[in-house]
């Protein structure tokens, strides 16, 4: 059971806009820094939102984060058949010292 | 360019030993925290722990703690994880990654390609 709660999967169709949640506590999102990760099958995750809501260079502005108390929200928007992969959100948990994970997102672009 | 190469990993008997490496290029090692992240097959992401730019502070998983030691050479750009006492469960990919610039704020901005990991018998 994962710390940070993310739907095992969410769809959309191309051109749309998704939103995926992570949702955690205090000890958490509450007080830390979110990222997010895209990973494609057999591959490293890649970074896509570092402290909460910044994108690094290269990554294009379809994809956002936004925060709100003890829950982050990913958006991506005009879809593609390649967004069409898993999903991480991360934090640091001040209870656990530990770097913690939601369970991942598949995306599917229907 | 930052690259990051996992190395080390195989097949193992449960209770055995195993270290792990991660040779570092593109950037100035000494100055940035290094995690491992492990991934079982067909699960999501666990972090395993994480060392401090200069060596002198580690965090790690409950599940791993006692177990698993990380350390780092940075005269070498490398970061090591000896894995000791194997479990089954412990079979996984694992990946070092670069943190941003904080390690009690992780972000990992930059990943190895992993390595394989299998415990068995």
């Known amino acids: 059971q994962s710390v940070l709660t993310q739907p095992p999967s969410v769809s959309a169709a191309p051109g749309q806009k998704v939103t995926i949640s992570c949702s955690g506590s205090?000890?958490?999102?509450?007080?830390?820094?979110v990222s997010w990760y895209q990973q494609f099958p057999g591959a490293a995750p890649k970074l896509l939102i570092y402290?909460?809501?910044k994108r690094p260079s290269g990554i294009p502005d379809r994809f956002s984060g936004s925060k709100s108390g003890t829950s982050a929200t990913l958006g991506i928007t005009g879809l593609q058949t390649g967004d069409e992969v898993d999903y991480y959100c991360?934090?640091?948990?001040?209870?656990?010292?530990?770097?913690?994970f939601g369970g991942g997102t598949k995306l599917t672009v229907l | 360019q930052v690259q990051l190469v996992e190395s080390g990993g195989g097949v193992v008997q449960p209770g055995r030993s195993l270290r792990l490496s991660c040779a570092a290029s593109?950037?100035?090692?000494?100055?940035?925290?290094m995690h491992w992240v492990r991934q079982a097959p067909g699960k999501g992401l666990e972090w395993v722990g994480v060392?401090?730019?200069?060596?002198?502070?580690?965090y790690y998983a409950d599940s791993v703690k006692g177990r698993f030691t990380i350390s780092r050479d940075n005269s070498k750009s490398t970061l090591y994880l000896q894995m000791s006492s194997l479990r089954v469960e412990d079979t996984a990919v694992y990946y070092c990654?670069?943190?941003?610039?904080?390690?009690?704020?992780?972000?990992?901005?930059?990943w190895g390609q992993g390595t394989l990991v299998t415990v068995s018998s």
């Open positions: 990654a670069k943190d941003l610039y904080s390690i009690t704020s992780p972000t990992g901005d930059y």
């Open positions: 593109g950037f100035i090692f000494g100055d940035f925290g």
């Open positions: 060392i401090s730019y200069a060596g002198s502070n580690q």
């Open positions: 205090s000890s958490n999102i509450g007080n830390n820094y």
């Open positions: 402290d909460d809501d």
């Open positions: 991360g934090t640091w948990d001040n209870s656990l010292s530990a770097w913690v």
